[in-house]
């Protein structure tokens, strides 16, 4: 199993629509993880962390499954904005370093 | 605000030359990362450090060597640039733990 694993898409939804993305990680012992959003010939930026109770950020909402090791984030109300790559981040199966997923492209049209 | 600089956006250099890439953080930041990113690769660590004077590998280090002279600068150096090394390179820096906040990336060419 990969450490960090992604569906990569790409998630094609109208705007309105309410979208998920799902992120699997293999190291159980990984205490931290987040969403970052990059946008095309971009850097990285953090969208959110991700906590053990699961939290919301307006539209944005982060959860974590440590039964079934993945994390999730749904996005409701999408905007043409949203439109990106979303990269979830765990901790590699050392525990060593963080290590990202090879993220989700979404694309939101009108 | 993190501010995390790269010393170039985009670079162009030659097969065979020692190629420098440049990563400064003003946040005093114990770690410090070197990634590249290529499409359908998603981003891939080469190396990171924890302090100063210290590094680890990453994945792809091959190729590739680091310098931490100092807590809030860490270099990547391309010892003999190669074709395959032509990529976007990002740094980021980050206390343990916490997420990583990258610099703009360096888009590098080896000609």
């Known amino acids: 199993r990969k450490e960090v694993e992604q569906d990569p898409g790409p998630f094609n939804v109208p705007e309105g629509a309410t979208v998920a993305f799902n992120c699997t990680y293999s190291n159980s012992a990984s205490q931290s993880f987040f969403w970052y959003r990059q946008d095309c010939r971009k850097e990285p930026k953090l969208l959110m962390s991700?906590?053990?109770s699961g939290n919301e950020d307006g539209r944005f909402t982060a959860q974590l499954n440590r039964a079934s090791q993945y994390i999730s984030l749904l996005i409701r109300d999408s905007k043409l904005s949203d439109s990106a790559t979303y990269l979830c981040v765990g901790l590699n199966q050392a525990g060593t370093a963080l290590i990202f997923g090879k993220g989700t492209t979404l694309s939101v049209s009108s | 605000d993190v501010k995390v600089t790269q010393s170039s956006r985009y670079l162009v250099k030659r097969t065979g030359e020692k190629v420098f890439l440049e990563c400064v953080q003003d946040?005093?930041?114990?770690?410090m990362f070197w990634y590249r990113q290529d499409p359908g690769l998603g981003l891939r660590l080469i190396y990171f450090s924890y302090d100063v004077k210290m590094k680890e590998k990453g994945d792809i280090p091959e190729g590739y060597s680091v310098s931490r002279e100092k807590k809030e600068r860490f270099s990547l150096i391309l010892e003999s640039a190669s074709t395959n090394q032509t990529s976007m390179y990002l740094c980021?820096?980050?206390?343990?733990?916490?997420?990583?906040?990258f610099g703009d990336g360096t888009r590098l060419s080896i000609l």
């Open positions: 980021a820096s980050s206390v343990q733990g916490q997420p990583q906040h």
């Open positions: 946040m005093d930041h114990e770690n």
């Open positions: 991700v906590y053990s």
